[in-house]
């Protein structure tokens, strides 16, 4: 694998969103824009809405309100939007602007704001009322996306439902979320849904599949007006309950009210992502989740174009929809990552990909295969890689980067304005060169709000380890020119009793005897390699050492067996690994070397 660090060339820089944006606030760079915004983190958000343009049915009183503590921030206090209406209510010449696009055609914004209007209606006619609360099971298309914003144009709270849910985290996800209204397009498993969630049937709407006189049916319901009003809500009303799924099995609804859905997806998407009007946004998922919702609700925020294209588990026809279809930005998971990486390297290498921009991404753990592919195959080194992580269900990106300077595949190269946050050790104490929590020191948009039982509740449990501070659990390393993800506590901070810490690599392999594999992935010749123990390892270490080959033979290693992950394997040096392990189980890709 080539690790390459993309450097913004003058001309993208020069025309990013953020850049701009940054000029017309009177400061000289996003450093500067970063320092002005930790003073007064309530005049950034400020400037974020007036930047989006955001129509207040009532002003709010203050940017945030503080009376009851830090930890109990109400943002645009008592102003009064809703979400959805902001997304379909522009400019005369806006209106004419391209919405969405899938294989059936395009949308203008005029279309689409036809079509939310018609399906509030329905639901306001189906009995769907303010402030209920609505499961949306369905895949990602037009209808879908349509009712997701009709339900919040009524006042309604919305949350998708998955069918990748594990069971525990079904339960869980539905205990708490306390569904009133199930909206469900797979026809066939509607009074399968019925039982399983234990609703009656007259609050289950079909959307499509054999009709049934038990439910209520999508295609009778009456349309709304032309200009179907929309609730007049509370900018701190929720307006969508997006639920995670923990390693652990445990899941948590994350609350988004309406003023931070709106401003959070859209400075977001507009500034980090640097997606500007008439660019096209392609998010590879086969189901609604936090990912597709926030960006699709970013995006149109920004007045550009959301697509919503089918493709297949052999990925071919992603790489030509992106050519065909002129994608500036695509998403991806590690689920579609997989299943894209399907198709052969050489059959990706035949599209051009010239009007891809940016590749996006909430994934982690940049050291599996899927997201290798992603780096080796879509961003070939000069496409930007951005990424975010911590309190990203939370609506709040903590770690993030920007497009102003250098993306290096593995790390994250700064915090996002707006938030801020400092990476401490165990005891409280800020610390470089070392895996540290990351603390934020001040609230931001939608930073604690989470749905417990069907109610709005602080969450506690992550962000209460100091006073008047939020500590996230994830572990980063500060090296002053980015951020390296470290892993949870739990995976990195013990090995084999011993403590990691940030080390050269020899000394980090003293005393490893009581591990007896380890994974190295290695980069060919001198360059660049990550190494973790694989026995019992549920994480991986994401810092990196220069490896030159004299030194390799100069050392003894304790472990028994070693495993080289290599792009490809005739970069690796067989007989400098053969001399360091002078036995023990050598394996490069598939193939097994036994030195006795």
């Known amino acids: 694998m080539q690790w390459t660090t993309w450097e913004p060339p003058i001309v993208q820089w020069r025309t990013n969103a953020l850049y701009h944006w940054t000029l017309a606030l009177g400061l000289n760079d996003t450093e500067e824009l970063k320092k002005h915004a930790a003073i007064d983190v309530s005049w950034f958000w400020q400037q974020a809405s007036k930047r989006l343009e955001t129509k207040w049915i009532r002003r709010y009183k203050d940017t945030v309100e503080l009376s009851r503590g830090r930890r109990e921030a109400v ?14 209510n522009k400019s005369k010449e806006g209106m004419q602007q391209t919405a969405f696009i899938d294989e059936n055609g395009e949308w203008t914004y005029e279309m689409l704001a036809g079509y939310v209007q018609e ?43 998955y069918t990748r849910w594990t069971a525990e985290t079904e339960a869980q996800a539905h205990t708490h979320f306390q569904p009133e209204w199930l909206i469900i397009k797979t ?25 049934s006189s038990k439910y209520k049916q999508w295609q009778t319901l009456p349309a709304g007006k032309n200009k179907e009003k929309p609730e007049k809500t509370n900018g701190t009303d929720p307006a969508m309950v997006l639920f995670n799924e923990s390693e652990k099995g ?104 010239h009007s891809l921009r940016y590749v996006l991404t909430w994934e982690e753990d940049w050291m599996r295969s899927d997201l290798q592919w992603v780096m080796n195959v879509l961003t070939r080194g000069r496409i930007p890689l951005l990424k975010a992580f911590g309190g990203a269900c939370a609506s709040g990106m903590i770690i993030a980067d920007l497009p102003d300077r250098g993306v290096h595949p593995e790390k994250y190269n700064s915090r996002l304005p707006g938030m801020v946050a400092d990476t401490w050790d165990s005891e409280g104490y800020a610390v470089r060169h070392a895996p540290g929590r990351i603390v934020v020191k001040k609230p931001w948009p939608g930073s604690r709000e989470v749905l417990v039982d069907g109610q709005v509740k602080y969450n506690g449990a992550p962000w209460s380890l100091w006073k008047d501070v939020w500590a996230g659990t994830g572990f980063l390393i500060d090296d002053e020119e980015g951020y390296t993800y470290a892993g949870e506590q739990s995976d990195i901070n013990k090995v084999g009793q011993r403590t990691v810490s940030l080390l050269p690599l020899e000394k980090w392999l003293e005393g490893m005897d009581s591990v007896e594999t380890a994974l190295l992935r290695w980069n060919g010749g001198s360059a660049e390699a990550v190494i973790a123990p694989a026995e019992g390892w549920s994480g991986s270490i994401g810092w990196k050492q220069e490896l030159a080959e004299r030194w390799l033979e100069a050392q003894t290693f304790p472990l ?37």
């Open 187 to 211: 026809g066939a498993f509607v009074s399968e849904a019925e039982e399983r969630y234990g609703l009656a049937a007259a609050k289950i709407i079909q959307l499509d599949g054999e009709p």
């Open 119 to 161: 399906a509030a209606g329905k639901l306001r006619a189906a009995g769907i009322n303010k402030g209920e609360r609505a499961a949306v099971a369905a895949e990602p298309d037009k209808q879908s996306a349509v009712i997701f914003m009709a339900l919040a144009y009524i006042g309604a709270v919305a949350c998708p439902y």
């Open 250 to 353: 445990a899941s948590e609804g994350y609350v988004l009210s309406h003023a931070n859905l709106f401003i959070k997806s859209g400075t977001e998407i507009g500034l980090v992502w640097d997606v500007r009007p008439k660019d096209r946004l392609w998010w590879l998922s086969r189901e609604w989740g936090f990912d597709q919702l926030f960006a699709m609700f970013g995006t149109f925020a920004n007045n550009a174009v959301y697509c919503l294209f089918s493709w297949n588990d052999q990925g071919a026809d992603a790489g030509s929809t992106i050519e065909a279809q002129g994608i500036t930005h695509i998403g991806v998971d590690s689920l579609s990552a997989r299943t894209a990486s399907v198709q052969a390297q050489s059959k990706w290498k035949e599209y051009h990909l």
């Open 75 to 88: 943002w645009f206090y008592k102003g009064k939007m809703n979400a959805a209406e902001q997304l379909i």
């Open 560 to 596: 028994k067996s070693i495993q080289i992950v290599s792009a490809p394997p005739d970069n690796v040096n067989k007989r400098v690994w053969r001399n360091v392990f002078k036995r023990g189980t050598f394996i490069i890709e598939d193939e097994k070397f036994i030195f006795t």
